[in-house]
Every structure is written in C-alpha cells, then in structure tokens.
C-alpha cells in the first residue's frame, strides 16, 4: 500500500537521524563537562601536554562512536 521510496525515507528520518542526532547532543555533553573537569586539574598542574593529549584522545574516541554508529 505504501510505496517502498516512501518508506526509505521515513525509516531514515524515523529510526536512524533522530538516535543518532540524539547520541551526538549527549556527546558532546558528556565531551564538554570532561573538558570543564581537566581544565580545572589543568590549571592546578603545569603539565599542558598531558591535558591535550587526554583531550586529543578523548575526541577521537567520541568520534569513532558516533562514525561506526552512523555507518551501522
């Protein structure tokens, strides 16, 4: 009854945008709240490499999340 194009469409904006739109909001939450947290320690210590580092490693272990939930 429903055309096959029609569906396409609404399983992607229905079942895939929404949980991924959802899981980049709480990311970056989560992202932002640590980067509040190591900039605290950061400005009681004067090891900025070690920060950027924990940082650098951060962001990409978020990022690889939301790439291979958005490839699935």
Known sequence: ??????MVYFNFFS???PPLLFMLI???EIFY???KQL???V???SEPNKYYD???KLAKS???VLFLFAVS
């Not at 009854?1 to 029609?6: L, N, P």
């Open 54 to 56: 924990k940082e650098l």
């Open 33 to 35: 709240m640590i980067h």
């Open 15 to 17: 079942w895939v945008l």
């Open 1 to 6: 009854v429903i055309s096959m194009e029609y």
């Open 39 to 41: 900039n605290k320690k």
């Open 62 to 64: 978020l990022a690889l």
């Open 26 to 28: 709480i990311y970056s």
């Open 43 to 45: 400005s009681s210590h």
